[in-house]
């Protein structure tokens, strides 16, 4: 697979999700950068800006929200279209992965934990790099199982902590690397 075929999409924000765009562009990865009107971006290429018609494609109760991540989200704008965009990065991107920390209960910590919530939903690829463990993690038969993941299809999302450790950053890297050569 040449990486100029494959497309990656993300939401933009500070730490994962703009090391993936940066990292996408050093590769000649083509990438989408979905947002709704007002959501300050740390990485604006290739904008696509969600609608009102758009978000509500995306629209879940955040009480099922709540319920599915093990936690208590609140009914507020910003969160609830948050969660809008990240249905239509995963709803476009066949493979998902994420840096962030994987929690006792099987969840992902944070607002990232909901792409991978989704990504189960839809049944999609799924890895997840822990950076308390240090290692990425396949989603497989109920639980996360320890792997050296690639890239293997043409659209794929890429998400995760703002809080972007060094070696989230070198997992990172190392994907693309080992998957595009180089």
Not at 102 to 130: C, M, Q, Y
Not at 136 to 165: A, C, H, M
């Amino acid at each position: 697979m040449k990486s100029e075929e494959c497309t990656l999409y993300h939401g933009g924000l500070k730490g994962a999700e703009s090391l993936f765009g940066e990292t996408a562009e050093k590769y000649g990865v083509n990438e989408v950068v979905f947002t709704f009107e007002g959501h300050r971006l740390n990485r604006e290429k290739n904008l696509v800006v969600l609608s009102e018609t758009d978000l509500q494609r995306g629209d879940i109760s955040m009480e099922i929200a709540s319920r599915m991540m093990n936690r208590t989200y609140y009914e507020t704008e910003k969160i609830r279209k948050v969660l809008q965009t990240i249905f239509h990065m995963v709803n476009k991107g066949h493979q998902v992965f994420v840096v962030g920390t994987i929690l006792d209960d099987k969840s992902v910590k944070g607002g990232t934990g909901w792409a991978v919530e989704l990504a189960k939903l839809f049944n999609r690829p799924l890895h997840v790099f822990d950076q308390k463990n240090s290692s990425w993690f396949t989603w497989g038969d109920g639980s996360w199982n320890k792997d050296e993941p690639l890239i293997r299809y043409t659209t794929f999302v890429g998400s995760g902590t703002r809080y972007l450790s060094d070696e989230g950053r070198a997992a990172i890297e190392k994907l693309f690397a080992d998957s595009f050569g180089g």
